[in-house]
């Protein structure tokens, strides 16, 4: 009974304190637990902004430009995806030389007792998708000939707008659209989308046209 008492306060008295007590340690655990969660956001920011600045000028070095680096985490391992660009595209080649400069940068921050990772990691370096939305010049000047879609912002409100990218400057992009060429800055453009087409038989070349014809014979035999 003794114990029961502790502290000579009674039970009751006691438990009731105990009841509010949780309500401010939970608030006090809430509090503690976003203020881990923001300075681990800040951490993970400050890490990618790192990492950005040791490999972007290796990608350049090589030629190319990086579009987008991606950071996540499975357990104690990070994964680090470098997404890279470049004129006239990326071969297999490109990405095999931009991973092996990339990581030979990373290890060598890593040697000189930059911490950049907690535990190991993982690197993935690929080249942008067709779906991948158009947003710097390079991205529309890349792009010349293909059949985009995108937002037009104007006084009168937005629009859509589809046609096919005919020129690209470093402020403007010119798409013929139906016939018309319509020049459009890019302050006043959203980002683009390029469009899957699926070659017309009036587009195939009379060469391939008799390929074609040879095969379904040769399949008929």
């Known amino acids: 009974m003794s114990r029961g008492r502790a502290g000579g306060h009674p039970v009751g008295s006691r438990s009731g304190r105990s009841g509010a007590a949780p309500g401010r340690t939970a608030g006090a655990r809430g509090e503690t637990a976003a203020r881990v969660r923001s300075q681990r956001v800040g951490t993970e920011a400050a890490r990618r902004d790192r990492l950005r600045a040791i490999i972007e000028p290796v990608i ?29 595209g990326v071969s297999l080649d490109d990405v095999a030389t931009v991973s092996r400069a990339v990581s030979a940068a990373l290890d060598a921050a890593e040697e000189a007792g930059e911490p950049l990772f907690d535990g190991e990691y993982s690197l993935e370096v690929g080249s942008p998708g067709v779906d991948r939305p ?36 470093a402020h403007a992009v010119v798409l013929d659209i139906a016939g018309e060429r319509v020049a459009c800055g890019y302050e006043a453009l959203g980002p683009g989308r390029v469009q899957v087409e699926f070659q017309r038989l009036d587009e195939v070349a ?16």
């Open 206 to 221: 009379d060469g391939d046209l008799e390929e074609i014809a040879d095969d379904e014979e040769g399949d008929q035999r």
């Open 134 to 169: 158009l947003r710097l010049p390079r991205h529309w000047q890349r792009s010349v000939g293909r059949l985009v879609r995108v937002a037009h912002r104007t006084a009168d409100g937005e629009r859509q707008l589809t046609g096919r990218v005919v020129e690209a400057t």
């Open 60 to 88: 350049a070095g090589a030629g190319c430009d990086l579009e987008d680096l991606a950071l996540s985490r499975a357990g104690r391992r990070h994964l680090l995806r470098v997404t890279i660009d470049a004129d006239g």
